[in-house]
């Protein structure tokens, strides 16, 4: 039987060759955020001064198809699109950082998401949230922490399941 070792983004972020496939999925982040971004200006600008995709495409200088194909989704947008996008909708320009993003410890993204949840909305919410998968449902009642049947860490801190 032939083995080889496993490799992980974590691992290959700062090597000198990373590959092909790593790459796609941080240029793919990368292009999510940018649009997440843009798209949360214009509805914002949208619910608050009126504007439409029409008037941010004669304030770029852009045909309306061509606006619409660029809001409907991420794509490979160039600087100086997102640029327009933005100075266009709300007068902004991009404030650019980078992070590592493998620099802090892995946590129990569960729980902690759990946690952000309860404070937010309080004892009850979304079952399936804290359980990881994402889905809508009626309660958080049956996975509080400090149940009795559920694992806990060495901390005391409950295991979601």
């Not at 983004?9 to 982040?29: D, L, N, P």
């Not at 309306?64 to 660029?70: C, Q």
């Not at 992070?99 to 802090?104: H, I, L, N, R």
């Not at 889905?135 to 005391?156: I, M, R």
Request: aromatic residues 8%; contains cysteine; proline residues 6%.
């Amino acid at each position: 039987m032939f083995t080889s070792a496993r490799i992980t983004i974590a691992s290959e972020v700062g090597q000198k060759t990373v590959s092909a496939g790593t790459r796609a999925y941080f240029q793919g982040r990368l292009r999510t955020r940018l649009y997440n971004l843009v798209l949360s200006r214009f509805r914002a600008a949208a619910e608050n001064d009126g504007l439409t995709r029409a008037e941010l495409a004669r304030r770029i200088g852009r045909q309306p198809a061509v606006l619409t194909r660029l809001l409907n989704g991420p794509g490979n947008w160039t600087i100086d699109t997102i640029s327009d996008l933005l100075l266009g909708i709300s007068g902004e320009e991009l404030d650019a950082t980078a992070t590592k993003p493998f620099a802090t410890p892995p946590k129990n993204s569960n729980y902690a998401d759990y946690q952000k949840i309860q404070e937010i909305f309080g004892a009850t919410s979304n079952s399936n949230l804290a359980n990881g998968i994402g889905y809508p449902t009626a309660s958080l009642q049956t996975h509080l922490p400090n149940k009795p049947d559920q694992p806990k860490y060495k901390d005391g801190v409950t295991k979601c399941r």
